[in-house]
């Protein structure tokens, strides 16, 4: 399995760590005691533990740490490890670099 | 049939012509008590203790290859109890028991072989964790030694013991740990529970769950049509997302390549399992010579039954680290098994959140030892509605309550489990 990535070009696997999905958010409620503590023990049980786990297209997070040292956000087939494609994540140290015209 | 030395004999004089069928190959029925999702070593077990110890016959295995397609012909063999956390000590040791008299019980040779597992360890910061797994052990009445390194030494003369990095001080021994033979796991199973009256449906996929007017699961729809059960028990590690999500249920699992090596065969040389505590490496020897061994996770999401270079090389330099000398044993072959990794490293028996389906799930990559504690406990828990005592913690719920059994502290990290 080869990751081409955005900045690097293509490289083996063994120079990137994986974090896993990349479409969990984290919860985000006013702390202003309102919101009901159910809720937000749902939405964070949701967070921190449940995953779709799809056999398929998943957006997922990489780690260039043999490179760029990049977050990276690939979409990838679970199935056939094929990468459909592999950008910057957004807010990461290269990806605001790049969009600054660095 | 009934195996023993007569049997044997007999068919010797005659030629071998006279074998029949180890089971039964008998079409569907149009209902069953119980229907079981999955014709591996979890399932087959669970459908034989189900037959056998609670006395529940009408049931149907579906499996959707040939039985023990999956994950149980993807392993390592290697059975053990040497576990420090409750929940998972006495569940571990009660496997061990039933692999003891395994072979009695389903009058079939499954080559339980208890030749030892060593867990070495390489600093001190090891040998306490190891020691207090050990005391843990003990106190639950588990056999266990702690050794040095010249005990270790005496058992395993070959081992590197003068690495710079990872220097072998020690490590922790459990005698009664072992091997078994993963086919024939199966096959006793299958057999055993065909002669209890299970019928075992090989090439029978399921396609979706049949519920009535209050959400109930009634049954499943499978490529062989539509088969109506009392209750339906999920035992497909690997794939328990993709059934679930049939049923419109989230789990907490991640599915995950592991992948396992055989080298070519050579003469006796390792006498039991022995286990690298500072990388991840543990190795065997197969009665046929071939060394078996394994390592970590490739690391990422994958239902491809296949993994990658960087992890085959890892597991390679572990190997390498304790044993230079198996750099000159050529590696035969290789394979990837899809493992259920579940957030705290644990596995998931319980009732689901939907009625009439049933979970056993999350058995990351420790599901082979498990095997026989996991038929009873999840036969126990089909046939009373209740948890096994033995499987109180296995609970689905525990995420929410914070009550993670996380034998290796590492979150809620599947791929670090």
Redesign the interface.
Known sequence: ?RIACPFCGER???EF??L??ASPERPNFAVDGRESPDRV?DAF?DY??????V?GV?R?YWYHGGGCRSWLVAE?N????EFISVTAAPGAGAASAVRAGE | MKYSIFSLARAALSGHKGWTRAWRDPAPKSRYDVVIIGGGGHGLATAYFLAHEYGIRNVAVLEKGWIGSGNAGRNTTIIRSNYGLPGNTGFYELSMKLWERMEQDLNYNTMVSQRGIINLYHSDAQRDAFARRGNTMRINGIDAELLNAVQIRKELPFLNYDNARFPIMGGLLQRRAGTARHDAVIWGYARAASEGGVDIIQNCEVTGFVRDANGKVTGVETTRGRIGAGKVGMAVAGSSSRVAAMAGLRLPIESHVLQAFVSEAIKPLIPGVITFGAGHFYVSQSDKGGLVFGGDLDGYNSYAQRGNMPVMEDVCEGGMAIMPMIGRVRMLRQWGGIMDMSMDGSPIIDKSPIDGLYLNAGWCYGGFKATPASGLVFAHLLARDEAHPEAALFRLDRFRRGAMIDEKGQGAQPNLH
Do not use: I
Not at chain 1, 48 to 53: C, E, P
């Open positions: 399995m083996e696997n063994g760590t994986y896993g999905d023990e049980y921190v533990y449940l995953r779709d786990n056999a998943m997922e990838r679970t199935v056939t490890h």
